[in-house]
């Protein structure tokens, strides 16, 4: 039996390497050592999945709305000349989770743990990877890594994290409400007009990289009913 290192996140384990179908990061695992994931309470679910590494590493952002889900891609490629880094979004449609089962449009897949004989590993198991580090009948297993709480920037990441209502709204100032609006933008590096008022406030941010002239195809349906809501009471 060879010995064969395992990436996990950061770290580097030694266990007996097998042939299977399961990938983590870049190395392949022992399937035997891959369970269901049945929590308690399905929401335990909602996190922020990591998959892959370096440059080819990417997060799956899976968040739980009043009665559907929103799930979202993550990833990036360095700019044409190669000075920067540029990230990418692409949004999950239909999305519907049955036990630990795990239904999209784009991809299926099933929540698991994965026991490495030090920790047991929660994860989501993609069949379809969008990675393109998988072959043949190869899955991905993207592990949790943080909650939606610790994924979003800014002074308002309630407008990206869960639908809104007007009454929260209706208590907030009108600048407020244009900076919350405007910020949903400015998490996918939106360019403000040079020198605007928007443009000279997330400047100011140091979580803020404006890199995109069009963000509309990265927005989640959660955040475009909430910037109609938001825009419904501005206007108002």
Same mark, same amino acid.
């Given at each position: ?33 891959? #369970?269901?994931?049945?929590? @308690? ?42 000075? !920067? ?7 999950? !449609? ?25 920790? @047991?590993? @929660? ?10 580090? #998988? ?14 709480? =610790? /994924? /979003? ?13 007007? =009454? ?5 100032? @009108?600048? =407020? ?30 979580? /803020? ?10 927005? #989640? ?16």
């Amino acid at each position: 039996m060879k010995i064969k290192e395992i990436l996990i996140g950061s770290t580097f384990i030694l266990i007996p390497f097998l042939v299977t179908g399961q990938i983590i990061g870049f190395e392949k695992i022992d399937s035997k050592n891959v #369970t269901s994931w049945n929590p @308690k309470f399905t929401l335990e679910y909602q996190c922020v999945y990591h998959f892959g590494d370096s440059e080819m590493e990417s997060n799956f952002i899976l968040i739980f709305g009043l009665d559907k889900y929103y799930g979202q891609i993550k990833s990036g490629t360095w700019s044409e000349d190669g000075k !920067s880094w540029i990230w990418t979004y692409e949004n999950l !449609s239909n999305i519907r989770i049955d036990k630990n089962k795990f239904y999209s449009d784009q991809t299926n897949g099933e929540f698991v743990i994965y026991d490495n004989g030090q920790e @047991k590993i @929660k994860g989501l198991k993609i069949y379809n990877s969008w990675s393109g580090l #998988t072959e043949n009948e190869e899955y991905e297993i993207g592990t949790k890594s943080y909650p939606i709480d =610790d /994924y /979003y920037n800014g002074k308002f990441p309630q407008a990206s994290k869960r639908i809104l209502s007007i =009454d929260e709204l209706l208590k907030m100032t @009108k600048r =407020d409400l244009n900076i919350m609006r405007n910020e949903i933008f400015a998490r996918y590096g939106y360019k403000f007009k040079s020198g605007g008022e928007m443009d000279n406030y997330f400047k100011n941010q140091d979580w /803020y990289s404006g890199q995109n002239d069009n963000i509309n195809d990265f927005l #989640t349906e959660l955040e475009k009913e909430n910037i109609k809501l938001i825009q419904q009471i501005e206007n108002e």
